[in-house]
């Protein structure tokens, strides 16, 4: 294993250690167990002609505990060895408790003779000793311990080895130590322990406990010196004086700056690193954050203030991955080791490079409502492991920084309060638990000059000219220490005012109360507006109602005898006209039915702003209404020569619950608008099932088309009543502009949404959503089946004053084969009913003499049986409560539709009435 001859003239090992060291030592290579060191105190106590390089060979159990050593990589080991020569002539065994250590690749073997117990035994133990130990003859160091060695921050036992101690204290101090070791020296007694600041090998001081004692090492007087490090317990000690220094501070000073220097000064010392604080003039927030850095509203203190890290912090604080500026913002606190490793930026990386800035540690601080303003950072020019002791000194910091700046808001608010107070209107009272008047403001003392401190606040208020019958009621709950909130009439100058008066606690952090305060709030002019509003707003509803019951009126003029055309025109296409006839009368349908449509579209608006207008929640085929819309304008598309597509989700259900007729009309109005505003191309039509979740549905519509479009200016405005697309007045698109408006208010009454995407010349898309329930249950369809009766079995009484009404009615009737008997007014109709057998009554409501309600109210004294069906030119909303109050069973507004008159008798006819093939009417 060992085969080089071995050299003692290692001169670069010779040169680095002291040769007077008198441990014998071997120094070994790890790789192939090779001697590179020996040091004289080995070759003193080898006998003459031993070959060294028979070392391994004859020392079996050395050669194990070295490969062991090596393998397992152990920093100590210690065995017991002897060893012999067999060139001397005389045998002499040479006994030895060797001590391995491994480093840096080599094994140092240290040779403590046996016989040599005492020195042995104290060798070891003060390798375990956690205090340092150096013995030193003639000022020059000859034994440190492990522990020595780490306090003074040396890493190689030859590097202390031969120094003077007076190197490892301050210089003004070295001659007092010379002194203290020639009198231990003298005197031959142990040295009084005392605190002392030590030096390490790179000149930083450290707070030790040093004791010294006269020994003999190597059979000479020495000097034993035995040191702790105190570092912690000295700077605690420091810390708490110097934190009641710093608590008064903060009480006394008013400049920040200064209690945040005096701050960093002694946590600098205590941390032996570089401290900067940065504090801003606002809570920092995501949204401020950039403002506050380029407005330049935060301040950094520091001692070092040349400091480049310092001089470019406005640089760093802009980088969204500055170390800094993340913590300000997520209010947590960081530690780097090496904080060139966590900085992705190649910028902001460069920069802390070019400050050698490694190690990097913070803390930011926050008010107790959770509110950051600012940070406290240590930093180091190489990497730095931190330790417990230093994270605490940091929160403390931190906690003193919040402190500082706490109390410096608080004087700032104090201050704008005091400043707000002498200028606001309100009028304040702070009164103390004896109701002693501790403080008021300014304005207070202008309105009442009687007022004065350590007044009695309840004298003070017997004593004003108070209006209100509850002033009693006033001072028992004030006594009582009620907090409560009144308004009080004053006579002041001879002249009333109105205030709110309050009266309040005020309580500390613990929920104590402290004192109780009062505010007198002048509200005169707000009385007087109140007053202007109430009778502004009572006109304005009598306008309104002026407003509501003219349209009502005008409504039933204009449907009355409109009902008269439509019902015209509905028979003639009944009588099979000759065709060029019928286009004539498609004409006059189109233009009554829009004309219709206008007025509609006025009294729905009407509605929707007073907020009568309301959803009706039925169940409804919601498949047979799409497809009734789809029917409705599929010829109409198709005259114009355009393409008309459409697609209805085979997966929306059959049954859904809502109100079908205002849903029927958003569907007509969006439609109408595509095919009014489309010359040529397409529209596409399209519902489907959006979303479904229990019984609840969203369904889809989405209607687009190819026509002129919408302009982005008149898109921001669409909904606006009374807004034409085509607004000049040669236009060619005709219409009153509330079509969407309404369409607009509707979706909102459904709880829906509509959006419109549209450009000029190239089309529209409008997309409407509008929640459902589902029908679960489905009730058998008995439309069919009650379209084969036999009507003309039935007999109905028909009440109508206007003529041309009744005529048409009767029309209808007679061609569904159904006997007719008719009243112009309500007597009339009261005496036929009690005179002859009716099966059902259409009932007008609005008639001269007595009414449609009255008549109904008489008939049904003496007849609870007979279906009394209203027809009125009025809207739904005007009748719907009033026929239920007066008897009446429905209602049909006029204009009707033949087919809706129709399925109202169906709906209640007699039940004996035998059945019949369905009747066909071109509607």
């Known amino acids: 294993m060992f085969h080089k001859i071995f050299s003692t003239n290692n001169s670069d090992f010779d040169n680095n250690l002291p040769n007077f060291l008198e441990i014998p030592l071997m120094i070994f290579s790890s790789k192939n167990y090779e001697i590179l060191y020996i040091n004289p105190a080995f070759k003193k106590i080898m006998p003459a002609n031993y070959n060294l390089n028979h070392f391994l060979k004859d020392n079996e159990n050395f050669l194990n505990t070295l490969k062991r050593v090596v393998q397992e990589k152990q920093i100590k080991s210690v065995i017991k060895i002897q060893f012999q020569s067999e060139n001397l002539q005389n045998k002499i065994s040479y006994h030895y408790e060797i001590h391995f250590f491994y480093k840096a690749n080599k094994i140092y073997c240290y040779f403590y003779p046996t016989d040599d117990t005492i020195k042995t035994n104290f060798t070891i133990l003060t390798e375990y000793l956690p205090v340092g130990i150096v013995i030193h003859q003639n000022l020059k160091i000859v034994y440190a311990n492990k522990t020595a060695l780490k306090l003074l921050n040396i890493e190689e036992e030859n590097e202390i080895l031969g120094k003077t101690v007076t190197e490892f204290v301050k210089q003004d101090y070295q001659k007092i130590v010379n002194k203290r070791i020639q009198d231990i020296y003298n005197k031959d007694e142990e040295a009084a322990p005392i605190e002392e600041i030590l030096l390490t090998i790179d000149k930083k001081p450290f707070y030790a406990e040093v004791r010294a004692k006269k020994i003999l090492w190597n059979h000479q007087p020495a000097v034993l010196v035995i040191f702790q490090d105190i570092s912690n317990h000295v700077h605690k000690r420091n810390f708490s004086e110097k934190s009641i220094f710093l608590l008064q501070k ?111 540690w913070y803390i930011p601080f926050i008010n107790k409502s959770g509110e950051c303003y600012g940070i406290i950072v240590n930093y180091y020019n190489k990497e730095q492991n931190i330790a417990e002791i230093e994270i605490e000194y940091l929160y403390q910091a931190s906690f003193l920084c919040s402190l500082i700046i706490e109390k410096n808001q608080i004087e700032k608010e104090n201050f704008l309060l005091s400043q707000i107070s002498r200028k606001m209107n309100d009028f304040i009272i702070i009164i103390d638990e004896n109701n002693q008047i501790q403080w008021f403001n300014e304005k207070l003392s202008s309105l009442f000059p009687m007022l004065k401190k350590n007044q009695n606040f309840i004298e003070f208020f017997k004593n004003l000219p108070v209006q209100n019958k509850n002033k009693e009621s006033f001072i028992k709950k004030m006594l009582l220490r009620e907090t409560f909130k009144n308004e009080l009439e004053l006579y002041i100058n001879n002249e009333k005012k109105y205030f709110n008066f309050i009266f309040e606690s005020l309580k500390n952090e613990q929920n104590d109360i402290i004192a109780y305060y009062c505010i007198f709030q002048d509200i005169t002019k707000e009385m007087e507006y109140e007053k202007q509003l109430i009778q502004a707003k009572e006109l304005a509803e009598k306008n309104a109602q002026i407003k509501s019951e003219f349209l009502s009126i005008m409504s039933h003029e204009i449907r009355t005898p409109l009902n008269v055309i439509i019902g015209i025109i509905q028979l003639l296409l009944h009588n099979n006209p000759r065709e060029d006839q019928l286009d004539d009368m498609k004409l006059l349908k189109s233009s009554s039915e829009h004309l219709l449509s206008l007025v509609n579209d006025i009294l729905d608006y009407n509605k929707i702003e007073v907020g009568k207008l309301e959803l009706q929640e039925n169940d409804f085929n919601l498949k047979n209404i799409i497809q009734q819309i789809v029917d409705m304008f599929k010829s109409q598309i198709e005259e114009k020569g355009l393409i008309f597509e459409y697609f209805i989700d085979n997966k929306l259900p059959d049954k859904v619950i809502g109100d079908k007729t205002r849903l029927n009309q958003i569907l007509y109005n969006i439609l109408s608008n595509a095919v009014k505003f489309t010359d040529k191309g397409k529209i596409y039509f399209k519902s489907i099932l959006k979303n479904i979740q229990d019984d609840n549905i969203i369904i889809q519509f989405e209607i687009s088309d190819t026509g002129i479009g919408i302009s982005e200016e008149q898109l921001s405005n669409i909904f606006e009543p009374f807004k034409q697309l085509d607004a000049k007045p040669n236009r060619k698109y005709s219409g009153t502009g509330l079509g969407l408006a309404i369409t607009k208010k509707l979706i909102d009454l459904f709880n829906g949404s509509i959006k419109i995407h549209s450009k000029p010349l190239e089309g529209t898309k409008v997309i409407i959503e509008i929640p459902f329930k589902v029908k679960k249950h489905m009730e058998q369809n008995k439309q069919n089946k009650q379209k084969e009766k036999n009507l003309g079995n039935i007999k109905v009484l028909i009440v109508e004053d206007y003529y041309p009404n009744l005529l048409i009615t009767k029309k209808f009737l007679e061609i569904w084969k159904i006997q007719c008997d008719f009243a112009t007014n309500g007597e009339e109709a009261i005496h036929k009913v009690k005179q002859n057998q009716y099966d059902m009554i259409l009932m007008d409501l609005h008639m001269p003499g007595m009414d449609g309600y009255t008549a109904t109210q008489k008939i049904r004294e003496f007849n609870q049986e007979i279906p009394i069906i209203a027809i009125t030119a009025s809207t739904i909303e005007n009748v719907a409560e009033k026929i239920k109050q007066y008897g009446l069973n429905d209602v049909i507004i006029k204009p009707f539709k033949p087919d809706d008159l129709y399925k109202k008798i169906i709906d209640y006819m007699p039940k004996n009435i035998s059945e019949k093939s369905k009747w066909d009417f071109y509607i």
């Open 250 to 360: 903060i009480i006394q000073e008013k400049n920040i700056n200064v209690i945040l220097e005096e701050l960093i000064s002694t946590f600098q010392i205590i941390l032996k690193s570089n401290l900067m604080c940065i504090w801003f003039e606002e809570a920092i927030k995501e949204s401020n954050i950039d403002l506050l850095i380029e407005s330049k509203k935060y301040h950094v203190v520091s001692q070092n203030k040349e400091d480049l890290h310092i001089k470019y912090i406005n640089e760093i604080l802009k980088y969204d991955n500055s170390p800094i500026r993340k913590s300000l913002l997520s209010q947590k606190p960081g530690f780097y080791r090496n904080i060139l490793q966590e900085i992705p930026h190649q910028d902001l990386l460069q920069k802390f490079i070019d400050q050698s800035i490694i190690s990097y």
